[in-house]
């Protein structure tokens, strides 16, 4: 079992910034790829980065691309998401998730309670 914790969620205005950050206690954590995804009102939830267990290769929607930065951490058992350039469209809720390099939900056995991020407008 993995338990993921995230942090980082706040309200900010259109065009800045936030880190978003995942702890995931216990040795096994570097095993795992570690995924991004978010799920706004009415919507189903969305894929929007991944990282491979050594941090070689990442890969993004195409939403963020250019804007979000996904990295990790191995040491500390945390993975980050930056996100700049900040939209309203980016407001969600969203999750931290532990399994196989992926970009569809299956791809995860793991997953956090979410963090909210609003962006206004």
């Known amino acids: 079992q993995v338990q993921l914790v995230e942090s980082g969620g706040g309200l900010v205005q259109a065009g800045g910034s936030l880190r978003l950050s995942c702890v995931a206690p216990?040795?096994?954590?570097?095993?795992?790829?570690m995924g991004w995804f978010r799920q706004a009102p009415g919507k189903e939830r969305e894929f929007v980065a991944t990282?491979?267990?050594?941090?070689?290769?990442?890969h993004y929607a195409d939403s963020v691309k250019g804007r979000f930065t996904i990295s990790r951490d191995n040491a500390k058992n945390t993975v980050a998401l930056q996100m700049n350039s900040l939209k309203p469209e980016d407001t969600a809720v969203y999750y931290c998730?532990?399994?196989?390099?992926?970009?569809?939900?299956?791809?995860?056995?793991?997953w956090g309670q979410g963090t909210q991020v609003t962006v206004s407008s």
């Open positions: 216990g040795r096994t954590f570097s095993s795992y790829a």
């Open positions: 998730a532990a399994g196989r390099y992926g970009s569809t939900i299956q791809h995860y056995n793991y």
């Open positions: 990282i491979t267990w050594s941090g070689v290769s990442t």
